[in-house]
């Protein structure tokens, strides 16, 4: 059989109807390429099956990173750089660092979360966006179903799931 | 959830304080008292040298160590108690639905509140010279060579209206005064929900969240003056605005650690089937959150009078970090209160599982309990201080009277507010 097109997506006007449709169309055997919808929907990655982010274990990572530079700049500046007394204290005196070092924690986190998430996200400016149904944007939720991905079944069959998952229409599309 | 099922608990479920329940706590309650016992023994039959002809220190007695300890444990579980009456008030000021189910289990720590005061003030008249300076009359007698001129300036805190040095009336007035409404609000909480049982509806809540309210703000006064009195005044030279929040943050952080331990021993008896890993996922995220608010108020302090290092107010760390007795223990203290939950605690999954917070919740209540023993110790013992045999097995004595009273009191009612208005949204919190 000849495929023409690349993807295949069930539109949902309803939220409820959206979660249940995937629990279907997954049961079916069918594989999701993604689910776009306007807003969050609620239990929506857990119906999906989607493995918690690991951003948090990058966060920490950075946040090491932001403790480790602080107290390396501070050590380096107080003890050998420019040596000063302050307060009477030695030169290395290690409470005054933890404001520091902790601004510099947080900080570092916050950026390298950012950052992980952008490129994780292929949020870059440069990126194309797959604009799979404009819709999605305003009041529709969109299933695209990546053929490719699905080889075992055929196309009138996965039209036959969605639209039996309460799809109100199916669409096919195709990118360059 | 998208999935909002029917939900069919047992919401008339009472804990049933069971005679082996009641047989471990009495078997802790004898051993802590027999290591009390030992530790009284050692206390007095020596060990210590005969210290005291230091210029103008007075000899040490053994049972000095006694009250000094009565008082850490009189502090650290009146903390508790009120704590679990402080977060209950503020599930209704918040308006926080999550909670509904182990509302119960906070308010029941507020019944140790009535045996805690008697016990303070108890101890407060028996120990009164040995455990607070400021009860010498001799220091605010202008021709007395031990004359204290900044006491005697700080005398009308705890002697008002009288003539300093006589009877300490403003601050028993203040003592008596914070129990007697810590024990007034504790029982009208405890009534309004009894009311709710029986009557059901909507009113009863908004009911609890005006007298929360009342309640917040009598805390947030009584709460620091508490701290002031009861810990700081037994330095009294010395002082530290924010010790009233350093107090605090040291009872709450207890107090969760004890709602949390008692949630998930209920749970794990079968009891509070409702309330899942979504609800102990909260609870962890308070003790997590608020053990490393306590450390932000213990480094704010030490940090301002480190850097500063004006010798009236080092004093303090002084007589702890340079001492052999306490100085480790100051480590043991960031250690256990900071360190150990902050990393432990850290990822999601330690906080939904029982076995991490139970843990940690144990290991912290010990840590809070260590802090207020550096709190106290270092101004009444002075180098004849320590954690010993006596020390341990009053905490444990402590600890299992507590227990007793909170878990007896826990089994008289319903385990459940069970006409709380949010308890459905509590069946679905999700995180």
Redesign the interface.
């Known amino acids: 059989m000849e495929r023409d097109t690349h993807f295949i997506l069930g539109v949902y006007d309803d939220?409820?109807v959206l979660?249940?449709a995937v629990e279907k169309v997954r049961g079916s055997g069918v594989k999701i390429h993604e689910v776009y919808s306007p807003y969050p929907v609620?239990?929506l990655e857990?119906?999906l099956g989607y493995k918690?982010s690991k951003l948090?274990i990058a966060a920490?990572l950075f946040g090491m990173l932001g403790t480790s530079l602080a107290l390396t700049m501070q050590f380096y500046m107080m003890k050998f750089d420019w040596p000063m007394i302050i307060?009477?204290k030695d030169h290395a005196a290690f409470?005054?660092f933890?404001?520091v070092s902790f601004e510099m924690t947080v900080l570092l986190a916050a950026f390298g979360m950012v950052g992980v998430f952008l490129i994780t996200s292929n949020l870059k400016p440069w990126a194309q966006p797959r604009i799979f149904d404009l819709r999605s944007t305003d009041d529709k939720h969109i299933m695209a179903i990546d053929i490719a991905n699905n080889s075992s079944l055929d196309l009138d069959k996965i039209t036959e799931i969605l639209n039996e998952s309460g799809a109100t229409e199916v669409n096919k599309k195709s990118f360059e | 959830m998208a999935h909002h099922g029917e939900h069919h608990y047992n919401l008339d479920q009472r804990f049933d304080f069971t005679a082996s329940i009641k047989k471990s706590i009495m078997t802790v309650l004898v051993i802590g008292a027999v290591l009390l016992g030992i530790g009284v023994v050692m206390a007095m039959t020596g060990g210590h040298h005969e210290e005291g002809a230091e210029a103008g220190t007075h000899a040490f007695h053994w049972y000095e160590r006694l009250y000094a300890s009565l008082w850490v444990n009189n502090v650290f579980f009146t903390g508790i108690s009120i704590v679990g009456v402080f977060f209950f008030a503020i599930q209704f000021a918040a308006q926080a639905g999550w909670s509904a189910p182990i509302l119960r289990v906070m308010l029941s720590l507020g019944s140790w509140l009535p045996i805690a005061g008697v016990l303070m003030l108890a101890t407060f008249f028996v120990a009164n010279h040995d455990l607070f300076h400021w009860t010498h009359s001799y220091l605010f007698d202008k021709n007395d060579p031990q004359y204290d001129k900044i006491i005697d300036g700080k005398g009308a805190f705890f002697y008002w209206p009288m003539e300093k040095g006589t009877f300490p009336v403003f601050y028993i007035a203040r003592m008596v005064i914070f129990f007697s409404f810590w024990v007034f609000f504790f029982t009208k909480f405890k009534q309004i929900s009894a009311q709710e049982d029986q009557l059901g509806g909507s009113s009863h809540w908004f009911k609890m969240r005006s007298w929360s309210a009342f309640f917040l703000v009598f805390f947030a006064v009584s709460s620091s003056v508490s701290a002031w009195d009861w810990v700081m005044s037994i330095d009294t030279h010395w002082f530290s605005t924010l010790f009233g929040w350093y107090v605090f943050a040291s009872w709450f952080v207890s107090g969760l650690s004890a709602i949390t331990l008692i949630v998930l021993f209920l749970k794990g008896k079968g009891y509070l089937e409702m309330v899942n890993e979504n609800h102990v996922h909260d609870l962890g995220k308070f003790v997590f959150g608020f053990s490393i608010f306590w450390t932000y108020l213990w480094f704010s302090q030490f940090l301002l009078i480190y850097y500063a290092n004006i010798p009236e107010e080092t004093v303090y760390f002084v007589e702890r970090l340079e001492s052999d007795i306490y100085g480790p223990f100051v480590f043991v203290n960031l250690g256990l209160n900071f360190f150990l939950p902050f990393l432990v605690l850290m990822t999601r999954d330690a906080k939904r599982h029982g076995v991490f917070l139970k843990l940690v919740c144990t290991i912290l209540l010990v840590g809070h309990w260590i802090d207020f023993t550096l709190m106290v110790q270092p101004g009444t013992l002075g180098h004849n201080g320590g954690i010993g045999l006596l020390e341990v097995g009053m905490f444990l004595v402590y600890g299992s009277a507590v227990a007793f009273v909170v878990l007896g009191a826990l089994a008289k009612r319903n385990l459940i507010a069970k006409n709380h208005p949010m308890l459905e949204e509590s069946y679905n919190h999700h995180i």
Do not use: M, S, T, Y
């Open positions: 939220e409820d979660l249940h609620h239990g857990h119906v918690r948090p920490f307060g009477g409470p005054d933890v404001p």
